[in-house]
């Protein structure tokens, strides 16, 4: 049966419904802010030591781990220090974050005080996407629940220890789940990327110490702080990835949605096959993109490998936010591929020449190809643009960019080389709505 | 100049003040807000949110046009912004952008005659596992088929007049 396994713990999905978001159901059901009151009589250090224990790695999509990170804070630092939140959860393919917010708010919010407490700061901001305003709501109100009932604002639990924290919503900006770029969009600005150093740590929000975590990263902490990070660490199932994690798996499956599973417990035919339950239509697997849009592509006979960060690393594509996305053998990749980075030069930021210019570029090639008016050395000519993008920009954009397009034109050069030859073109269709259409023999372009 | 936004919106940026510390970090919240009672973003509106805020009216559009939920043309009653991205592609998202043109006669970006629907293409809702997903003005539908949105554009046109 395909569908959420049952045999291993999980900490989240079992709370995946609408009554989990009251405090009075976290309490009850989930040893709610008991963490918080746990981690008041522990010293930031040693939270940081079961952090670090706990090998728990960022679930954003770089996977550094949190302990460290969070060390990273000069505690001699006189300046405000800031707690933020990365919920923009932009990269395609990624719908984790939204399960949590909606269903599980206050496990964040025990999870930003714990952080907050850590790090010496009375400040946490929520940066939510902006098209998420159902969850933003549901935040605001679940933030005014735990207010009311002093899990927020002065003196918490007696503690001494004072934190505020305000959902701010972007706007609608892939390059905002950038860290530097957020916190530049939390400031009133563009959300261009900072240069770095410094880092967010030494000079982030405001000019002050900051950290920034994704929204499963702060919600793994009340669990640690509870239970311990070594509890934690062997819920994952490699030696340096900790705790279960949350795949958001989309595309041409059967059962699409949000999956907790051990980390790196998994291989991504399991995933696909045995928990969303194989392919749509019964239809044969071409490929598999393992970690959000930005992830090097994964053909159909790569795919019996761990998703887990270094496994889909050693094979030379990433786990990123652990968001799945699964193709099968109707669909164009050169009409994939034109969408995926039709999306990526929108979202360029525009800073850095390579990923503006290369982006567009890149666009301009693949749709060129599409179109019937391809040549050979355009191919060479997009892997070359992409070793021109690959590390030289400020931020991640560029790479997130580069990496699917040299990925798409090496592992599916046929279907690109038979746009080239005339042998397919896509019919008169304005650029962009690269989805189907395409034709085969003698069609005359339109 | 008389002002265009409410004492309403004044109020909610009162609140909003001593949560950040400084003013222009309230400029998307504003613009937000601002957007919700006039539905786009007049240049009166981002001169009166620059006064308030103590930044140039050019700043606020700087910041403005660089996020695209922000709407600096007017829209329809019924905004419409179809998510074409990979999930939403994959599941057949440009089928149902198709019948939306046809069914109202505008191509994307535009606006119908009448001023009721604008249709837009959308990037990455963050509702892949529900996908076809779109934003019809604030708020998400998802699980979209052409049947579907057929039938949603039917109830929003009876309403429309």
Known sequence: ?446 | MAKILSEKFYTAMKRLEPRYPTKVALLLPALHAAQDELTWLPPEAMQEIGEYIGIHPAQVKEVASFYTMYNLKPVGKYHLKVCTNVACCLRGAYDVVEHCEKKLGIKVGQTTPDKQFTLHEEECLGACGTAPAMMLNNDYVENLDIRKMDEILNRLSANAK
């Open chain 1, 1 to 446: 049966m395909a569908g959420q396994p049952k045999d291993f713990e999980t900490l989240y999905v079992q709370h995946f419904h609408e009554e989990a978001r009251a405090l009075a159901y976290y309490q009850a059901k989930m040893e709610g802010y008991t963490a918080l009151k746990k981690a008041f009589g522990m010293t930031a250090d040693a939270i940081i030591d079961e952090m670090k224990k706990s090998n728990l790695r960022g679930r954003g999509g770089a996977g550094f781990p949190t302990g460290m990170k969070w060390g990273f804070i000069p505690k001699q630092s006189t300046k405000e220090k800031y707690l933020v939140c990365n919920a923009d959860e932009s990269e395609p393919g990624t719908f984790k974050d939204r399960d949590i917010m909606r269903y599980t708010p206050h496990l964040l919010i025990e999870g930003m005080v714990i952080g907050g407490f850590v790090i010496g700061a009375h400040h946490g901001y929520i940066y939510i996407r902006g098209e998420y305003t159902r969850e933003a709501k549901l935040l605001d109100a679940a933030i005014d629940e735990a207010y009311a009932a002093g899990f927020l604002g002065k003196n918490i639990l007696g503690s001494g220890f004072d934190f505020d924290l305000t959902v701010h919503r972007g706007a609608g900006a892939y390059i905002c789940g950038e860290e530097t770029g957020l916190l530049n969009s939390l400031e009133g600005k563009r959300g261009e990327p900072r240069v770095k150093p410094p880092f967010p740590a030494q000079a982030g929000a405001f000019g002050g110490p900051t950290i920034v975590n994704n929204v499963e990263t702060l919600t793994d902490v009340p669990f640690i702080i509870n239970r311990g990070g070594e509890w934690f660490s062997k819920l994952g199932k490699l030696e340096k990835s900790g705790g279960t994690r949350l795949f958001s798996v989309s595309g041409h499956v059967n059962k699409p949605g949000v999956y907790e599973l051990p980390s790196g417990a998994y291989t991504l035919r399991q995933i696909v096959y045995d928990v969303c339950g194989g392919v749509l239509d019964g239809k044969k697997l071409k490929a598999v993109i393992p970690g959000g849009s930005s992830a090097p592509v994964l053909t159909a006979d790569e795919i019996d490998v761990i998703a887990d960060i270094e496994p889909i690393m050693k094979i030379g594509s990433m786990l990123g936010s652990a968001a799945i996305m699964v193709i099968h053998e109707d669909q164009c990749m050169v009409q994939l591929i034109e969408r995926i980075t039709k999306f990526y030069a929108h979202e360029s930021c525009g800073q850095c020449t390579p990923c503006r210019e290369g982006c567009r570029w890149m666009e301009d090639i693949i749709q060129r190809i599409l179109h019937g008016k391809g040549k050979m050395e355009d191919l060479d000519l997009l892997l070359d643009i992409t070793n021109n993008i690959n590390g030289k920009t400020l931020c991640a954009l560029g790479d997130a960019a580069a990496g699917p397009v040299a990925s798409f034109v090496k592992k599916f050069r046929p279907e690109f080389e038979a746009y080239i030859r005339g042998e397919k073109r896509l019919a008169g269709h304005a650029p962009g709505h690269g989805g189907k259409h395409a034709e085969g023999h003698g069609e005359q372009h339109g």
